[in-house]
């Protein structure tokens, strides 16, 4: 998918996780920022960029500030803002498909 | 991925909780408590520009957190919004236990769901006919047609009031003794015991109350809903208190349920239990009791 348009998901309160995603310049940035960098960093980048390759999103610059959320939050968040970006959130969502 | 066993249409839901599905806060442990069946909002607890988020939220909570026991129903929007539709895709692809129609006003409203559920149920896999639902009936209308409603659909395990929206229109708000609803409450349980469906109330809001509370739930108990609908963990326990048997119940029912089998094995169709007579009519009502007990740790014996 294609980054159109500057979109966020998700808020700043325990337990969630606040993706912003904007047009990027042919690959992915990735800054995050969490409660629990040293403690789970890494798994939490990698979630982030698998979630972002399996929707077949290559170009944007991604910004994550995240409150200790578990995998399967993060994973909710990023997908929405990508489909918000590209204004595909609100319907014939592919559950399953894309979105597992 | 958690694949839930398939829901059972009639289990013990004493306690219903609802919970904003677009806070992660809430839904990720929301097992812990022991309530008996969760409800997850995308309705009124969600803002109308985060119903999209929502249900992002909701997906991944139902494939990836073990619910175990505790059962999960979605409320999706009304029927007037436009936003029903992908929410009943949502819960099948998801594969909650089932899912409450917000301000159900007919049997039609009932199949226009009905119809959208098994067209997601085809879309995406699922057993046909494994989505439960029930209603909410939130208007005059809602109780009027309260019996067209609980027989509408094989699918339908229960129904329940919505006092906020009722009492608003009805002009009234919450009394002390419970006169404001208690017709809007009486139709609509002769209605589910007549369609032979589960019947529950409608939450009490004023958490400071709790004195309020508890007669409202003694008050549901004796006119025989099933259970009630809540808003705080902290209301789950006297719910239950409230709809345990008592030891006497539960060890009538055992001897009545016993004695049956008994005189049933040999040609027996009525006799009498400590003086009272018993025939096969007492037979449901004993086993559920017994099924209650079980639910609440009073009973181990192997009769249900």
Redesign the interface.
Known sequence: MEILKPAM??TL????AQVTVEPGNGKIELSLESSVMNQYGRQIRQTVLETLDRLGVTSANVTMVDKG?????I???V??AV??SCGK?????P??GM?? | MIPRPRPERFRLRRTMMFMNAQKPGLIKDAYIYGVDSIMLDLEDAVAENQKDAARFSLYHALKTIDYGDTEVIVRINGLDTPHWQEDIRVCVAGGADGIRIAKCESANDVKTVEAAVEKAEEEFGVEKGRTLLMAALESPKGILNAYEICAASERMFGVAISGGDFRKCMQTTPQRDGIDMVVARGQMLIAARAAGIQCFDTVFTNLDDQEGFEAEVRQNKAMGFDGKSLINPKQIRYVHEVFAPTEKEVRQAEKIVSAFRENAAKGLGVFTVDGKMIDIAFIPGAERTLRLARACGMYEGDLV
């Open positions: 998901a998700g309160e325990s337990s969630d959320a578990l995998d399967c939050t994973k909710a968040r997908e929405c489909m918000r959130s609100e319907a014939s969502i559950w399953g979105i597992k």
